[in-house]
């Protein structure tokens, strides 16, 4: 007959080489936590700091654009948003258009791309057009009825290219798909030699509130400036709670296991 196990082989406590295993993984976790969580703080004072600074630019008068010299050297952070005025002609059988959601549903934004006075190009998204359009235009174009060469002056909010596509799609340049406002890849279509790295929205939204827009269904006026988005996704406080939320949790097993360890080791024969 078989004798039972002795109560000494209850509650044995786990080798060294495994508490020692649990101690460095428990150790990377914390770490890992800890960093996640602090680099999401960092990155929501940034952000706090960016809706700052777009909100006093688009409450600043509009400038000129950055001179041609500078444009290479065009970055979100001192650019984006940032109201101007340009003037120049439109090129209007250059025209492209490009998928659009806005308030007023899905269609195609209207990008032309303007000769500056003084030399180059910059592409301007002119405004939306609904869907139903899609197969008039460029017959519905406004610039249709305009002399070649005349005079333009446009202003709007300085945007940062959108280069590669949309979710899942991407431009296909040659079968004139554009699923992006992409500035390189639309200059290099269109033979723009010496276009702008960023292009603007038409309009200004806070000079066009939405109580004034006509509805979706109207005849127009199209295209319909002023319909940008300043609006940016901030969940970052979020993530920091739930990074060092995880590392706190770690740091609660790690003391309850170390506890139980001492209490088993307690009651072991010396």
Known sequence: MTAPPSSATHGRP???????????????????FAALGWWQAERRVWKLALIERVE???HAAPAALPPRSQWPRANAAEHEYLPVQVQGHWL???TV???ATTELG?????????ALADGGQVLVNRGFIPDTLRAQWPARDPLARQAEGAPAQVTGLLRMSEPGGG???RNAPAEGRWHSRDVAAIAQSQGLADA???FIDAGIPRLAPPAAQPAAGSDGPWPRPGLTV?????????????????AAMVLGAAVLVARYELRVRARQPR
């Open 14 to 32: 786990p080798s060294a080489f495994v508490l020692v295993l649990l101690a460095l993984a428990g150790a990377g976790l914390f770490v890992l």
């Open 106 to 114: 899905s269609g195609w934004w209207v990008l032309t791309p303007l």
């Open 56 to 58: 006093q630019r688009l």
């Open 230 to 246: 300043v609006q940016f996704h901030n969940s970052h406080l979020v993530y920091v709670l739930t990074w060092w939320g995880l």
């Open 97 to 99: 258009l490009t998928q």
């Open 196 to 198: 702008a790295p960023f």
């Open 167 to 169: 979710f899942l799609r």
């Open 92 to 94: 209007a059988a250059k």
